[in-house]
């Protein structure tokens, strides 16, 4: 008798083990609920052009003139299969299981250490600042201490001057990237975000004058907010997504990221020949036309056409 009660009490035992495996896998599915593009099987490309930077000698892929307009959307995986388990939907409410996976997203970005901007990258942009179409993508880095999540005002120093809103699609890498393909360079994207490039104007326009970097009118503080990563299966074609702003009522921007000088599998491979792309870092695509101010007292609204939008109300930085 005492070895059937010791057989059934390890048979429990073994039982509650599945269950709480069961659960633990359920709640890494649902927060982790995004997955890389499969590589194409039988794939020959050829090599892209190339071109010498000024900065070393390194070859850097060079956009054809005549590049696609639009990109066959990509394929997505068939939803991973979960575990059935009864102990799971009675513990943990859709709720947590959406709070879940959205605190795993805004942690790959927290985990970045770079923020990429991509400078004069839609048409109409470059005409409202009096620029040219560049050759090869501008690009500019903000330090992650920027970041600004929906829930925390933007905070304006009151000497800063004129700043100015950019709404951008935001990638987010979430694969080591280095010196990669642009037919493989979305699989390096594990999802997508808003952000909202603050730009100290007065600032950037001394430094344009004298030849200096941006750093400081790009990169202070609270000069990127930044919505929760969306899961890469929401925007199946990056280069066909609608992105908009308003400041109180008043639209400010609205465009899409058809019109973008250049495209996203092409941006995510040329910075991979400069920089190494880590998993958390962040790279900002450009900002449409109608680009202006912001003041203390204004909320800022901006949004991705069907998916998502956030607000942040703009306060005064007290802070000495």
Known sequence: MALVSSLVYHMEGVSEFRNAASFLFEVISEAIDFSLQPSPSNHQHTPPQTLRTGLHHDEVPVEPAQH????????????????????????????AAVAAATAARSSLINHGKKIIGVGRNYALHIKEMGGQAPKAPVLFLKPTTSYVFEGTPIRLHPKVGVVHHEVELALVIDKKARKVTPENALQHVGGYALAIDLTARDIQEEAKKQGLPWTVAKGQDYFCPISNMLPKAEIPDPDNVGIWLRVNDEPRQRSNTKHMVHRTAFLVSYISHLFTLEPGDVILTGTPEGVGPIKVGDTVTAGIEGLMQMKFVVEADTEE
């Not at 990509?74 to 939907?89: G, I």
Request: without cysteine; proline residues 18%; aromatic residues 0%.
């Open 68 to 95: 696609r307009r639009r990109r066959p959307a990509l394929a997505s995986h068939a939803p991973r299969p979960r575990l059935a388990s009864p102990s799971r939907s009675a513990s943990m409410a859709p709720a």
